[in-house]
């Protein structure tokens, strides 16, 4: 047999994500009834509750503790290597029976650990596969301010849209792009996406049309935003796109009805969750492909899986591998969708 080229190599490397409708996905169960709200290129997933873990499918659970209590932690995002980011209650040394939000790192051999030296309460809410992590930090009214910071244990402040206007960081992508929102109009509570640039110039995405307000969600490598959008229209989703703006993400079966973005690839596939007035539990989990078309997730799982009800999803990775909340006999469930077909290797190369 003629070994394959690496045109055929690059062609089953791309096609297990390039999901069509044909493509099908298989249940695989973490055991918890949690949101595995974030999956990494590795296939860890992490969820805030209780427990607090990460699992991935060679390991299971492995629950992150807190500083004190267990309860009191908000995991938000994991990397490829298994760190994870988000905040929880510490005990503050100088004062007894008080307690910070404070952001954090975690490994499974190190455990939980602060990386700022933040003087108010902060919170880590995004870290990609470089170890860059971004968040936001508090100041003495209470008010938010976007960080980014480095494994070396720098960080900096991102800059605002106006002058002192609160902001904060959301996701940061491969390419150290981050995707948060920020203050546009002072002491009116309007916010603006926004998307801060590996140099820290920021990029306002405004608003979608009549839309109050987004709600950040993912970042692809190609600086590609999804998210969640409320106002006249409806609760809507999003796709933005740099210099083409806005794409409007409307539920298929009910215009005015809830749908959301919260998890994007880098082949444009998109994963969120919908409501079907009347149907079963109500919320749907979707896929949609890059043509715009949009799949219930029930009507792609294998035969395998059959019998799960797949309410949920939250993320997607670029092996097509989707971080979801599903029931199965009644019981509610954290899951990871996994792609069941696989490609042939293509021998047929010169």
């Not at 980014?148 to 792009?177: C, F, H, T």
């Not at 109050?212 to 999804?226: A, H, K, M, R, S």
């Not at 035969?303 to 993320?315: L, M, V, Y």
Request: include cysteine; aromatic fraction near 12%.
């Amino acid at each position: 047999m003629k070994a394959p080229t690496k045109a055929g190599v690059a062609l089953v490397l791309l096609m297990p994500v390039l999901a069509t409708s044909q493509q099908r996905y298989r249940v695989y169960d973490t055991g918890v009834n949690e949101d595995p709200t974030r999956i990494s290129e590795s296939g860890k997933m992490v969820s805030s509750g209780h427990p607090n873990y990460m699992w991935d499918r060679l390991n299971g659970l492995t629950t992150i503790h807190g500083y004190k209590y267990d309860n009191d932690v908000y995991v938000q995002d994991v990397n490829s290597s298994g760190t994870a980011v988000g905040s929880a209650w510490k005990p503050v040394a100088w004062k007894d029976n008080t307690y910070q939000l404070v952001e954090f790192t975690w490994t499974p051999d190190v455990g939980i650990r602060r990386f700022g030296d933040f003087p108010f309460g902060s919170e880590a809410c995004g870290i990609n596969d470089l170890g860059e992590v971004v968040g936001d930090v508090s100041d003495v009214q209470g008010g938010s301010h976007a960080f980014r910071s480095w494994p070396d244990g720098g960080w900096e402040m991102l800059p605002p849209l106006i002058p002192d206007g609160y902001s904060g960081a959301w996701k940061v992508n491969a390419k150290g792009q981050i995707f948060g929102g920020a203050e546009f109009r002072k002491d009116v509570y309007d916010w603006h996406g926004v998307v801060w640039q590996p140099d820290g110039t920021i990029v306002d995405m405004g608003n979608d049309g009549p839309q109050y307000q987004n709600f950040p969600g993912d970042i692809n490598t190609l600086g590609e935003c999804v998210g969640g959008t409320f106002g006249p229209l409806g609760d809507l989703g999003f796709l933005w796109r740099p210099h083409e703006g806005y794409t409007r993400i409307v539920n298929p079966f009910k215009a005015d009805a809830f749908i959301d973005a919260t998890g994007i690839n880098d082949f444009g596939l998109i994963v969120g969750t919908l409501d079907i007035y009347g149907v079963d539990y109500g919320f749907h989990a979707y896929i949609r492909h890059r043509n715009g078309d949009i799949v219930l997730l029930d009507d792609l799982l294998d035969s395998d899986s059959a019998g799960w009800k797949i309410s949920e999803a939250f993320d997607i990775n670029n092996h097509g591998e989707i971080s979801a909340v599903g029931y199965f006999n009644g019981q509610r469930r954290g899951i990871m969708l996994r792609p069941s077909l696989r490609p042939v290797i293509d021998t047929t190369g010169g």
